[in-house]
């Protein structure tokens, strides 16, 4: 079954508004989270890496202000979307180590499509 | 900076038959993770195999292994008696260990193999 919720599946914004995204990891505690990004028939670009208790980090070219990301919890991030505008429509896809990290298998949730309109 | 390369963006092959996909990286790293993952029409991300820096052996899977050349820096998929739920993109992704937690992935841009019947 799956070990990363992310929520919602989809979503339908208009622009200027925000929207946020979760990230859960059900059964493990995930002090590191990351965040991708998909556009439609192109690979996944590393957006941040979310990190439980600090800040996170943010891939060169990656808007912060933008793209607002909290990790409160050991099971939980948030990723956020400020001002949405119609290029940030994109598919945007979570995931999370289980056990120690190095070296362990990814768990990705099964993604948020945002159309922003 | 870590680079992923997929140079096969589409393969077609029938039911039953053995296919690779390519993937070459190019680090200074020595000591680094590689994997493959599927993604399916639902677009959720499938850990496929995964491989060892440090590990001579290829990694395999069932019907799925790898032939890690460290030296030359390639990491290929070889997928033994195909079957038509293996259509899918593939993405061949890289990372290094980093502190006490896991790095990001680096995916290359995929290859979408079908599988006829």
């Known amino acids: 079954g799956a070990v990363v919720s992310q929520h919602p599946s989809w979503v339908i914004c208009k622009s200027g508004t925000s929207v946020k995204i979760e990230c859960r990891s059900l059964?493990?505690?995930?002090?590191?989270m990351f965040w991708y990004r998909q556009f439609p028939k192109q690979s996944l670009m590393l957006m941040a890496t979310?990190?439980?208790?600090?800040?996170?980090?943010?891939e060169q070219g990656v808007e912060k202000d933008k793209f607002l990301i909290n990790h409160a919890s050991l099971t939980l991030s948030t990723l956020t979307v400020t001002s949405a505008h119609p290029e940030d429509s994109s598919f945007y896809i979570c995931?999370?180590?289980?056990?120690?990290?190095?070296?362990?298998?990814?768990?990705f949730g099964n993604g948020t499509r945002l159309t922003v309109t | 900076a870590q680079t992923v390369t997929q140079s096969q963006p589409e393969m077609s092959v029938q039911e039953a038959e053995t296919v690779t996909l390519s993937c070459t990286y190019d680090t200074s790293e020595n000591n680094y993770y590689l994997f493959w993952y599927k993604q399916p029409p639902s677009r959720q991300m499938i850990l496929v195999i995964r491989?060892?820096?440090?590990?001579?052996q290829n990694a395999t899977e069932n019907r799925f292994s790898v032939n890690f050349q460290k030296a030359a820096k390639s990491f290929s998929l070889k997928i033994s008696d195909s079957q038509l739920g293996d259509t899918a993109m593939y993405f061949c992704a890289f990372m290094t260990p980093s502190g006490g937690g896991a790095d990001g992935l680096t995916f290359g841009k995929g290859t979408h193999l079908i599988i006829q019947p």
């Open positions: 059964d493990f505690q995930a002090t590191t």
């Open positions: 491989q060892e820096a440090y590990k001579q």
């Open positions: 979310s990190n439980e208790g600090s800040k996170a980090t943010y």
């Open positions: 995931s999370a180590g289980r056990g120690q990290g190095i070296g362990s298998p990814l768990h």
